[in-house]
Structures are given as C-alpha cells and as structure tokens.
C-alpha cells in the first residue's frame, strides 16, 4: 500500500546574518545584507559619493512621520519577485540574537508603522529596485528605542532536501528607530540556577552550570557586560570566568536566558555564585546570587559505609576484649 506524501512544512529562514544589517567597523565601508542571492540596504543619503548606511538609523518625536529608502539588489542569476514588508526585531530568548517578527505575526512598533511604496518587487538577474517608505510614530507611541527591519522575502519554497521542510529565505536591513521622550535605563538579573551532575563513579568527570536571565526593562537598548564569580568555603574564590558581553544588544523589554559552564568544580565544597551585568558605560550595575554545593553523593555514602564498618568493628573488638577479661577473672 502507497503511503501518503507527508505534506511539507514551512519553515521562514531569518538567519542571523541573512536577516540583519551587518554593522560598519571603524574605518571600512558599511555592507549590505545579504544571502548570496539578494542584498537588502538603505539609499545612501547625500552627495553620490557618500558613505554607504549599514543600518536604517531614525529619531523622530511622538505623531512624526519619517520617509527613507530601500534598496533591493538581485544577486542571482534569475528574474526574483520578491516581498517587502517592515517588522519588529526583537532578541532570541535563548542566545540573545537580534531576529524579526515574520510577516504575519502581530507587530506593535516598526512593523506596525512601516507603509512601503510597493510590497512586492520583481527584480532582473543582477538588477536592483529602490522603494520609498514612510514610518509614522503615533501620537501615543512610548520613547524610547524601537529596533525592527526592512525585510524583503522569496514568497517561493525551496527544496526540501527529503525531510519534508520546505524553506523560505528572507534578508532584511535593520531599522533603529529613537522615539524622542524620557529614556530609561534599567537592567535586571532573573532566576539565577546552579545546576551540578555529580559522577557515579569516584573521579569521574564533573559538570556544573550557572544559569540567569537578563532583563531589559527599561526602553533603551543596552549591550550588558556579565561576570562570575563563585565564592566557596572560607571565602576561597573557585569560580571566575572571563568576562562576558552577551547579548550584543539587549533590546527594550527583552529578556535573555544564558547558561555559563562551570568545568571541573571542586569535588566538595559550597558557598555562593554571584552574577554582575552592567551596561559598557558602567552606569547600570545590577548583581544577583545563589547558594551552591558540589557534593558527590556516592562518594559521601562510600565514606558512610566505610565509617559505619569502621564503627561495627571496634565495638565487636571491644566486645570480643570484654569477653577475655571475664574469662581470666
């Protein structure tokens, strides 16, 4: 009997450096998005010879509206329709990565107030197709920085190779939008865990891990720095990782879990983790804390049973002692 086609499922490709502007390093020319076989980019403003943008960069106050350009770019070797749209970015919960709302998701800032010229663009091999957009910040919009994306889109699927996925692919300028009013900086550390997997056998490896959240609760985009720093019996520092500085950037009103490694933790011992994030600037120092031991239980209940035998025999020794004493009197 003929089993059925599975029907493919789709899967909307947003990948980190297919979705988002790469930014400009200090001294080199700015680069457009791309995947090999589109670029997404702003219209360079001013004189031809202007710099490129990396990135939409916008401030606007509360009822503005803002008009730029995108551009396009089709980098294959075949005629491309393709599907324009803005959207909201946002962090990846889990590696803090910068991603975009896909298209029918619900939109609450630069998706929502983004109207482009033209939502669809078919583009000749090599060719390129520039669209105007506007961008109206309600009345009621809160300050602050909205990050989100220019995002054009190949509405086609892509093979499936087999497994029943069918892919579609999508490149996106990023936009970061200021909306003008108070900026608040805040940031917090949430649920921190200490997680140790004790070996069954004596001097088997070991394995531990810290886990926290970081929060930005505030409306400015931060890029937080995060250090460790495990303090075990009699105030003996066992754990200090270098530095970290992720996520590159924590976005308004997004939370992050991180997960750092503890390699080879004492084999007894007990005392606290402390996490400390700040901003670079160093304004902002937030610091949280969690008991922890690492303690192997096996080889806690080896030394009870030695102990205990230890004790069984020399109150048979001393009993046996007693028992000779007798006799001789």
Avoid at 252 to 264: A, C, H, I, L, M
Avoid at 319 to 327: D, H, I, S
Wanted: some cysteine; glycine content about 10%; proline content about 6%.
């Amino acid at each position: 009997m003929r089993q059925p086609h599975a029907r493919p499922v789709l899967l909307v490709v947003l990948g980190l450096l297919a979705v988002c502007a790469f930014a400009a390093l200090p001294g080199t020319a700015a680069r457009a998005a791309d995947n090999g076989r589109w670029s997404v980019f702003p219209v360079a403003q001013g004189a031809k010879n202007a710099q490129p943008r990396a990135y939409f960069r916008m401030t606007a106050d509360r009822g503005a509206t803002v008009r730029d350009q995108v551009t396009v770019r089709n980098l294959g070797a075949r005629e491309t329709t393709f599907q324009l749209y803005g959207t909201d970015g946002y962090n990846t919960p889990r590696d803090g990565g910068f991603a975009v709302r896909g298209r029918n998701e619900r939109m609450n800032g630069v998706g929502a107030w983004t109207r482009l010229d033209r939502s669809e663009v078919t583009i000749a091999a090599g060719g390129e197709v520039t669209v105007p957009f506007t961008l109206t910040v309600p009345k009621d919009a809160e300050p602050g920085d909205h990050p989100g994306a220019i995002v054009a889109l190949d509405p086609h699927l892509g093979a499936s190779g087999g497994n029943g996925v069918a892919v579609q692919q999508a490149v996106g300028a990023r936009v970061y939008l200021k909306v003008n009013g108070a900026r608040v900086q805040r940031l917090r550390i949430e649920d921190v865990r200490f997680r140790y997997t004790a070996p069954l056998v004596p001097g088997a490896k070991r394995a531990a891990t810290i886990s926290y959240a970081l929060v930005n609760s505030g409306n400015v985009m931060l890029s937080p720095q995060v250090s460790l720093r495990a303090k075990g019996m009699f105030g003996r520092t066992s754990f200090e990782p270098p530095g970290r500085r992720l996520p590159a950037e924590l976005l308004p009103g997004q939370r992050v879990e991180v997960t750092q490694r503890w390699v080879s933790p004492p084999l007894v011992d007990w005392g606290n983790v402390e996490v400390t994030a700040s901003d670079t600037a160093g304004n902002l120092v937030e610091s949280a804390e969690v008991d922890y031991a690492t303690v192997n239980w096996t080889v806690v209940a080896l030394v009870g049973m030695v102990a205990a035998g230890l004790v069984v025999w020399l109150v048979l020794r001393r009993r046996a002692a007693a028992g000779r004493v007798e006799l001789v009197a």
